[in-house]
């Protein structure tokens, strides 16, 4: 076997289904999973229609860089969503099963570990557990920077030492943030081009969440996006984006990757080999969403419903809760382990959240996790609303 796969640790929800173990949930409560990031808001009827209407599809073998109408879809998207130049689909953008097995394909792709020193995989802390599992599993190394109430939950390149940059290869970044919900801004993504043309790093941007914010007239900037309006090629930047979150279908499996030519055009050979392409009668569903903007309007409207709802009422109880710049994530400091609050909601109130720690690791002498908990928004407005209620009705005993 591998032997990296042996430096592969628990993921955060078989941690939590192990930190539960032994519990009974109150019975009295209809239980409320505020856990997990899978968005339960009802899947468009256009998205719907369009899979069932081209099942036929089935029939043939997919394309590794799918029909060229999918890519001129998200091509379309992109130059709407980000102000950004038509790139060219055939060698700048790539269909892929959803963010999640695209990151950690990639990682495979880009790195190079025949060299006489092992090559660094830099993330921030907290962190999509992908991001660590990628690295390890191409041989890397990987090097994780605190996101902290202290750097306001924006990675600090700049107080990485040059030996370790040296190293670096891949740097994941993930705006808006999970768990934070923070957005990077035009400084920071200069910082980070300004450090990539130094050191030669790749940049992996993982925007799954930067459809889900609060004000329509200030959309998260992206990758793309910012490295256009600084003037910049997109030289050595992928980003990654998502319909789950969007348009309501993590079933689907359906994003892309688009950025640097050369870079993907090299990891759509790795895919060819892998053998991931895209569903026939998905392709033709993500053509119908990534076309749409009225749904994910709707969709937004629903959070921000939600997220007015609650986070006012939360802060009864956790003072420091504050509403974050977009995604669909509460990122609470309970001033409290984390996972006893975790608990305690479980079990007393049938209510299960993430504790922060799970979503991170001991980096420079500190878990950036401890004492916060995740809530994903994700449940009904009722439910959401319920559930609420029922910690601060608890808590304020």
């Not at 190293?167 to 705006?175: D, H």
């Not at 109130?349 to 991170?360: C, D, E, K, Q, Y």
Request: some cysteine; charged content about 15%; hydrophobic content about 40%.
């Amino acid at each position: 076997m591998n032997p990296h796969l042996n430096l592969l640790q628990p993921y955060p929800f078989q941690r939590l289904r192990d930190l539960f173990q032994g519990l009974t949930p109150n019975p009295e409560y209809c239980h409320v999973n505020l856990s997990i990031g899978e968005p339960k808001h009802t899947t468009p009827a256009i998205i719907s229609e369009a899979l069932a209407n081209n099942l036929s599809g089935l029939a043939s073998y997919p394309t590794t860089i799918g029909v060229a109408a999918l890519r001129e879809a998200i091509n379309q998207w992109l130059q709407r969503r980000y102000q950004i130049p038509a790139l060219n689909i055939d060698k700048a953008i790539l269909p892929v099963n959803g963010s999640r097995e695209a990151l950690f394909a990639f990682a495979q792709a880009v790195i190079d570990n025949t060299g006489s020193q092992v090559p660094v995989v830099i993330s921030p802390n907290p962190f999509y557990q992908i991001y660590e599992g990628a690295a390890f599993l191409a041989g890397a190394q990987p090097y994780f920077i605190n996101t902290t109430l202290e750097n306001d939950f924006v990675m600090d390149l700049t107080q990485v030492p040059s030996e370790v940059l040296k190293r670096t290869q891949l740097v994941f970044v993930c705006s808006p943030g999970n768990p934070s919900g923070k957005v990077m801004n035009i400084a920071a993504w200069k910082t980070l081009f300004e450090l990539s043309d130094q050191y030669g790093f790749v940049i992996a941007s993982d925007e799954c969440y930067s459809e889900i914010y609060f004000d329509e007239a200030q959309p998260p900037v992206g990758a793309l996006q910012a490295a256009h309006q600084l003037g910049r090629e997109f030289k050595r930047i992928v980003m990654f984006s998502s319909l789950s979150k969007r348009s309501n279908v993590p079933g689907m499996r359906s994003g892309f990757v688009a950025g640097d030519e050369e870079i993907v055009e090299k990891f759509a050979l790795y895919r060819t080999y892998h053998g991931c392409a895209m569903n026939p009668a998905v392709q033709a569903a993500s053509i119908v969403a990534w076309n749409d903007e009225a749904h994910v309007q709707h969709n937004r409207a629903l959070y921000r419903e939600k997220f007015a709802a609650v986070t006012p009422r939360l802060q009864t109880v956790w003072p420091q809760t504050q509403l974050p710049d977009a995604a669909f994530y509460l990122w609470i400091n309970t001033e409290q382990d984390d996972t006893a609050v975790a608990k305690q909601l479980y079990q007393d109130l049938n209510i299960t959240v993430l504790p922060g720690s799970f979503l991170a690791r001991e980096a420079h002498g500190v878990n950036p996790g401890r004492g916060f908990i995740r809530m994903a928004l994700v449940a009904s407005n009722a439910e959401t609303i319920a559930a609420t209620q029922r910690i601060c009705e608890h808590l304020r005993i």
